[in-house]
């Protein structure tokens, strides 16, 4: 889960605001001046933005006052689970995300009013102490623009507290099916500033293990934008002069690199691999590895079999396929290292010789054709496993049961 995945909505113009406040006064009777309150107090901004966001003139006002109520009270108890220490240093605004034993809720600095995120993790629970560790150990080594980064720690028995930066402008996908016109020019900017990232990464003996575009996002809202990789909680340090091969299985299905799946000792070379799986993305809005079968798309990703068939590949320069190529090779040995991947002709010239073609159409019709199939998958999971978290990160990764029983059946196939 990420740490800074709020959408800030713009500030609502005072009119609007007295409008909406004379539209709901005659539903709240005595209750208006408490509504009045939750819309101007900026300590309680996380009400507005929520109450704001709704379709008023079609709804049932006294309804969504009520339900910013909900709110108010909902962020309290977040508030009571709080350290002492923490509140009185941070205002508690929204609670932004959850994991399967993590929150992060957006805050306000008291002094100097700058917003932050914090996450906080439950460590009574084995899995959470480790991946508390495990995020930790990172970010207290790691000081680079392209990464997120932590401003403090606090801990108590029971849970630590990661003040962390915000990143406010969103998902990366999300910029880009917003965004009005999209090239192969603006595809090496992105990757370049991840490439940044994930190089300095690796000179430290640090591996992110699961890079994916959920875990890139833009530092503010503004066109100069720089991107910020987040979520280290399966990131794997390792001191210099140490064996760099890792055996943990984990990682993002559709992102996870061959040599994970065949449980063989791997490198920090699966990084490339999702990147490369990254670029394919960035550059057609689809994936080239899906199946809703785990075990068919293991099965893809270990022949490595893809395509370049379909909107928007024929515009797209075989510099820019090149690229993508040289990071989705099944042998990791012959995979380009982010100093390598920086060095490519495609990304050195920012595409100054592909086309300066607008892929902006093709892909984002594919990302939201891709998000409305996910989204009534995910229907039709809750409706049979209502007791469920969809949300939860956790039914994303990958199991090591799946893997145990794919070997199986290739060991069986080529002894057979």
Same mark, same amino acid.
């Given at each position: ?83 002492? #220490? /923490?509140?009185?240093?941070?205002? &508690? ?6 994991? +399967?034993?993590? *929150? @992060?809720?957006? =805050? ?32 207290? #080594? /790691?000081?680079?623009?392209?990464? &997120? ?6 801990? +108590?028995?029971? *849970? @630590?507290?990661? =003040? ?33 990232? /994930? ?218």
């Amino acid at each position: 889960m990420g740490c800074g995945t709020s959408k800030v909505l713009p500030e609502p113009s005072k009119n609007l605001q007295q409008d909406l406040v004379k539209k709901v006064e005659p539903c709240l009777d005595r209750k208006s001046d408490q509504y009045n309150n939750c819309i101007t107090d900026k300590s309680q901004t996380f009400l507005k933005d929520d109450y704001l966001s709704h379709s008023l003139p079609n709804g049932d006002l006294k309804c969504h006052v009520e339900s910013a109520h909900l709110r108010r009270h909902k962020i309290a108890k977040y508030r009571a689970k709080f350290d002492p #220490r /923490v509140t009185a240093k941070y205002d &508690i605004k929204a609670l932004i995300g959850r994991g +399967s034993f993590s *929150r @992060v809720v957006r =805050v306000e600095h008291k002094a100097s009013k700058q917003p932050y995120a914090i996450k906080m993790i439950e460590t009574k629970c084995r899995e959470g102490r480790e991946v508390c560790e495990s995020e930790l150990n990172v970010l207290r #080594r /790691v000081r680079h623009t392209n990464i &997120i980064q932590l401003i403090e720690v606090f801990e +108590s028995q029971e *849970r @630590v507290y990661m =003040v962390m930066e915000l990143a406010t402008g969103g998902e990366l996908f999300d910029r880009i099916i917003t965004k009005g016109s999209f090239t192969e020019r603006d595809a090496t900017h992105v990757l370049q500033m991840v490439l940044e990232g /994930v190089k300095y990464l690796h000179a430290l003996g640090i591996t992110h293990r699961d890079l994916k575009p959920e875990n890139l996002l833009y530092y503010h809202p503004g066109i100069d934008s720089k991107i910020m990789i987040t979520d280290f909680g399966l990131a794997s340090a390792q001191k210099k002069g140490d064996d760099c091969l890792m055996k943990t299985t984990c990682g993002t299905p559709e992102y996870i690199a061959p040599e994970v799946l065949v449980r063989k000792p791997y490198t920090n070379s699966v990084d490339m691999w999702a990147l490369g799986v990254i670029s394919y993305i960035l550059l057609s809005g689809t994936m080239p590895f899906e199946d809703d079968n785990r075990t068919r798309l293991y099965r893809q990703i270990l022949r490595g079999k893809y395509s370049y068939s379909g909107e928007p590949w024929p515009s797209v320069s075989n510099l820019a396929k090149d690229f993508i190529d040289r990071l989705l090779m099944v042998e990791p040995g012959q995979r380009m290292t982010a100093t390598h991947a920086l060095k490519h002709p495609w990304i050195v010239s920012m595409a100054a010789s592909s086309s300066m073609k607008n892929l902006h159409r093709s892909i984002s019709q594919n990302l939201l054709k891709r998000a409305s199939s996910r989204c009534q998958s995910t229907k039709s999971s809750q409706s049979i496993h209502s007791s469920r978290s969809t949300k939860s990160s956790k039914s994303r990764r990958v199991r090591e049961r799946e893997l145990r029983e794919l070997n199986l059946r290739y060991q069986q196939h080529y002894n057979g």
